[in-house]
Structure formats: structure tokens, C-alpha cells
């Protein structure tokens, strides 16, 4: 159960890793709700990886008006209380009708983000499932199962884990098997259910026939890509840049033309738009070669030979990046020059 690129990414990752019997059994989908696939639907059918790919139109709580009051909560702890129960269970209700495939069939289920709305369907209708990771080491800057629940908290994971009053997520709903991690120890407070599965153990047993194949559903248009790494051949201090979602468009140009400010004196500037990201970086930074937006990242470690003299980012997990001799997160000590210290500080509130 996919939310984005690189969740799919991850899934090739895990199904290569199965023995080549026990590969192409699986039922991949996709979530519309946070990314537009476009025709990555046909790329991965075409892999021969999984049985089938299916698209969930899963949708957001304001989708529902009816949602509105429970959210808005009521008066005094059990005032709240009683609303969120009255949300978690009608949420998984209204939720009901748009999931594309009967869960109950199926021996083992993974999960991206649980958070939305698919782990409230599957904790009220009792279905066990694996989570995982929402993205590299998330949880050690966002822990959000704590910051959204900060304030009585174990009794909120009570609610959800013990009881499935409410639903709590990454590893706190009733039905949720286990979470999978990449790091433990880079976590803050880590819940029981995780288990450590990191991510630079699948990737190092890959094939060259097993990165093709990850290639070939991804790349949509290889022989453009090829030309893009071309243009920096013969560059020896080549500059990556990579963006997110930050703040507001207006805000976001700026925070991106100052890193570029501050990285060009360095060597050549290219830039790598996070899928995400909905600033039209193609007519504002149109000098800067780029990378196509819809490519994860990780697609760079499977061409021999490229090299950055540095990657940079700003809540992106960039450590360890095999095509990096360096990489840079400014964090949120550069983001505090931006925007409310509160916005993007959420497990110093904790």
C-alpha cells in the first residue's frame, strides 16, 4: 500500500529480495491521495514484479463534511475524547467504499503511512498489517505519532493499541503487526513494535538485471536522463541540490535561491525537485540543469560512475549516499530563518 515514489521504491527493494519463486505474487497499490502516479501504474505492470497494480482513490477527512464536527472536538478531555472515537470508527466507514481490494484476502499486508485514512480502515475493521516507514529515518525528525498525540500520551496509545477506542499510528493501532525502520537508534522514542530492517542491505544485494528492472519502471524517459548526467562529464565539482515541500511557494523560491547563493561559488549546480514539491522550478531556476521531479533520488546510485562533490539538503536523509563524497542537511537551524521555529521543531515539543 503505496503513497508515493519512493514507497514503490521500497517495495521493489523487498520484493527483489524474495526468492525468484516467490516473486510476481503480490498486489501493489497505489494511493492517489498524496502523489500523482501518472503512468507509473503501466511501468511496474510492465516489471512483471507484481500480480497485479491497483489505484485507491483514498480520500482526505474534509472530503467527508460530516467529519468536520467530530473533528472540531467537544468540551474537556472526555468531550475530545468522545469525538475522536466518534471520528476513528465513522472515518473507517466513509473510507469503506473507495478501497479497491478486499484486504481479508490476503496473507500478509504492508502499509506506507498509516496515518492516513487506509489505518483507520484497517484498524476498525480488524485487519492485521505491517507498517512502514514513511520515509528514511522519518521518525528522527518527525516522530508524528507522539507530537500529534503530545499530552497524555500513553494513555492515547492505550486508547488505540489495548482498546481501539481511537487509532494512534506507527505502530500504535490494535491491529498493527510491527513497524519496519531503517534505524533504530535514530530514534527518539522508540515504540515496541518497531523492528530494524535497513534499507542499504536490500540495495547492496541487488543485480545488475535487479537495478535494470528497478530503472525501467521508474525512468520515464531514460535517454533524457542519460543527457542530464552527460552535461556535468566533465565537471569535477558538481553541486546537487535537493529540494522538499517547504513553506509557501513565494517563501520556498527563496529558501532554494539562497541555497544555491550559498553552494555555487563551489562547483556546478544541479537540482533534483522532491515529487512533491509543486514549484515550477523548470521556468524559475530554468538555468540550473534538473532532474526530473517524478525520479526518486535513489534512481543515481544505479548508474556507474556519477559522482557529486556534494549533496545538499534540507530535511532530506541524504547520510550514506553512495554517489555523494559529501553531503550537507542544514536542518532546522537554517530553517528557523524562515518560518515559525515551531512549524518544523515538532519532537522538540514533544
Same mark, same amino acid.
Given at each position: 500500500?503505496?503513497?508515493?515514489?519512493?514507497?514503490?521504491?521500497?517495495?521493489?527493494?523487498?520484493?527483489?529480495?524474495?526468492?525468484?519463486?516467490?516473486?510476481?505474487?503480490?498486489?501493489?497499490?497505489?494511493?492517489?491521495?498524496?502523489?500523482?502516479?501518472?503512468?507509473?501504474?503501466?511501468?511496474?505492470?510492465?516489471?512483471?514484479?507484481?500480480?497485479?497494480?491497483?489505484?485507491?482513490?483514498?480520500?482526505?477527512?474534509?472530503?467527508?463534511?460530516?467529519?468536520?464536527?467530530?473533528?472540531?472536538?467537544?468540551?474537556?478531555?472526555?468531550?475530545?475524547?468522545?469525538?475522536?472515537?466518534?471520528?476513528?470508527?465513522?472515518?473507517?466507514?466513509?473510507?469503506?467504499?473507495?478501497?479497491?481490494?478486499?484486504?481479508?484476502?490476503?496473507?500478509?499486508?504492508?502499509?506506507?503511512?498509516?496515518?492516513?485514512?487506509?489505518?483507520?480502515?484497517?484498524?476498525?475493521?480488524? #485487519?492485521?498489517?505491517?507498517?512502514?516507514?514513511? &520515509?528514511?529515518?522519518? =521518525? %528522527?525528525?518527525?516522530?508524528?505519532?507522539?507530537? $500529534?498525540? *503530545?499530552?497524555?500520551?500513553?494513555?492515547?496509545?492505550?486508547?488505540?493499541?489495548?482498546?481501539?477506542?481511537?487509532?494512534?499510528?506507527?505502530?500504535?493501532?490494535?491491529?498493527?503487526?510491527?513497524?519496519?525502520?531503517?534505524?533504530?537508534?535514530?530514534?527518539?522514542?522508540?515504540?515496541?513494535?518497531?523492528?530494524?530492517?535497513?534499507?542499504?542491505?536490500?540495495?547492496?544485494?541487488?543485480?545488475?538485471?535487479?537495478?535494470?528492472?528497478?530503472?525501467?519502471?521508474?525512468?520515464?524517459?531514460?535517454?533524457?536522463?542519460?543527457?542530464?548526467?552527460?552535461?556535468?562529464?566533465?565537471?569535477?565539482?558538481?553541486?546537487?541540490?535537493?529540494?522538499?515541500?517547504?513553506?509557501?511557494?513565494?517563501?520556498?523560491?527563496?529558501?532554494?535561491?539562497? #541555497?544555491?547563493?550559498?553552494?555555487?561559488?563551489? &562547483?556546478?549546480?544541479? =537540482? %533534483?525537485?522532491?515529487?512533491?514539491?509543486?514549484? $515550477?522550478? *523548470?521556468?524559475?531556476?530554468?538555468?540550473?540543469?534538473?532532474?526530473?521531479?517524478?525520479?526518486?533520488?535513489?534512481?543515481?546510485?544505479?548508474?556507474?560512475?556519477?559522482?557529486?562533490?556534494?549533496?545538499?539538503?534540507?530535511?532530506?536523509?541524504?547520510?550514506?549516499?553512495?554517489?555523494?563524497?559529501?553531503?550537507?542537511?542544514?536542518?532546522?537551524?537554517?530553517?528557523?530563518?524562515?518560518?515559525?521555529?515551531?512549524?518544523?521543531?515538532?519532537?522538540?515539543?514533544?
Amino acid at each position: 500500500m503505496c503513497h508515493t515514489y519512493y514507497h514503490v521504491y521500497i517495495t521493489f527493494l523487498k520484493e527483489l529480495k524474495l526468492p525468484k519463486e516467490q516473486q510476481g505474487r503480490a498486489t501493489l497499490v497505489l494511493s492517489s491521495m498524496s502523489n500523482d502516479f501518472e503512468d507509473l501504474k503501466s511501468r511496474v505492470e510492465a516489471s512483471g514484479l507484481f500480480r497485479e497494480v491497483l489505484e485507491f482513490d483514498e480520500k482526505r477527512e474534509d472530503f467527508f463534511p460530516e467529519l468536520a464536527r467530530w473533528r472540531k472536538g467537544g468540551g474537556g478531555f472526555l468531550g475530545n475524547l468522545y469525538c475522536r472515537i466518534r471520528f476513528t470508527r465513522r472515518y473507517a466507514q466513509l473510507e469503506a467504499p473507495y478501497v479497491p481490494v478486499d484486504f481479508r484476502e490476503y496473507e500478509d499486508i504492508y502499509v506506507y503511512c498509516d496515518s492516513d485514512p487506509i489505518g483507520y480502515y484497517l484498524n476498525q475493521n480488524k #485487519i492485521y498489517y505491517h507498517a512502514v516507514e514513511d &520515509g528514511l529515518n522519518c =521518525l %528522527k525528525n518527525f516522530d508524528a505519532a507522539r507530537y $500529534d498525540n *503530545r499530552g497524555h500520551f500513553k494513555l492515547k496509545a492505550f486508547l488505540s493499541r489495548k482498546l481501539n477506542l481511537i487509532f494512534v499510528q506507527n505502530g500504535y493501532g490494535k491491529y498493527c503487526l510491527d513497524m519496519e525502520v531503517n534505524d533504530i537508534s535514530a530514534i527518539h522514542y522508540p515504540c515496541p513494535q518497531y523492528i530494524e530492517a535497513p534499507r542499504k542491505e536490500l540495495v547492496d544485494r541487488l543485480t545488475r538485471e535487479d537495478k535494470e528492472r528497478i530503472l525501467k519502471a521508474f525512468i520515464r524517459d531514460m535517454e533524457g536522463l542519460k543527457e542530464q548526467l552527460e552535461q556535468g562529464a566533465g565537471e569535477e565539482n558538481k553541486i546537487l541540490i535537493l529540494t522538499d515541500p517547504l513553506c509557501t511557494l513565494d517563501v520556498r523560491e527563496r529558501i532554494f535561491r539562497d #541555497i544555491i547563493r550559498m553552494y555555487e561559488p563551489e &562547483g556546478k549546480i544541479f =537540482l %533534483k525537485p522532491h515529487p512533491r514539491d509543486e514549484l $515550477d522550478y *523548470r521556468s524559475k531556476f530554468g538555468e540550473y540543469p534538473q532532474f526530473d521531479a517524478k525520479i526518486p533520488m535513489e534512481m543515481l546510485q544505479f548508474f556507474p560512475g556519477v559522482r557529486f562533490r556534494k549533496v545538499v539538503g534540507v530535511f532530506t536523509e541524504i547520510k550514506d549516499l553512495p554517489f555523494a563524497e559529501e553531503t550537507v542537511c542544514l536542518g532546522a537551524d537554517f530553517m528557523d530563518a524562515y518560518e515559525d521555529p515551531l512549524i518544523h521543531r515538532q519532537n522538540e515539543q514533544i
